[in-house]
């Protein structure tokens, strides 16, 4: 058993099961699949009721879950480099290790947020469970996650690092 868990997984398991992720988690626990809502929580818990009605209107109880899923996605990745790998990655490349490297991490990270959420949902949220659910505008988002992905890390990415 340890050493299935040791190896990388074909592809096409870990699409399975992300795809078994999106009904079960509908039908059990009635939640769509996706991560930037957490966003918003952190937002709504930040403001206390204050602040515009998209935070102050926000179930803060309600939504709590989105924060220990993407707390679990960032142990589970942890865990997963430090302990259940056959090499030793690190969790982070060396490059963010310094102050540019923080400073790229915190921009990179407010902006995929900003992004997320002015796209009314983050790419998994779109790609998995807008698509499964046949929401053309989610179709479209993700093309245009796909086609801003490429066109900063080919174009941008070259001229500015």
Known sequence: MKE?????????VSGILIGLIVPALQILAGKGFGISTSLQQVGAMCTAGYGPDYLKNHNRRGSMWTLIFVMGIAIGGFIATQFLSANSNP??????????????LVVGGFLIGFGARYAGGCTSGHAINGISNLNWPSLVATIFFFVGGLTVTWVLGSLIF
């Not at 299935?4 to 096409?12: D, F, N, S, V």
């Open 91 to 104: 969790f982070l490349p060396e490059s963010y290790h310094t102050v540019g490297g923080i400073v790229r």
């Open 4 to 12: 299935l868990i040791m190896q990388p997984w074909p592809w096409w």
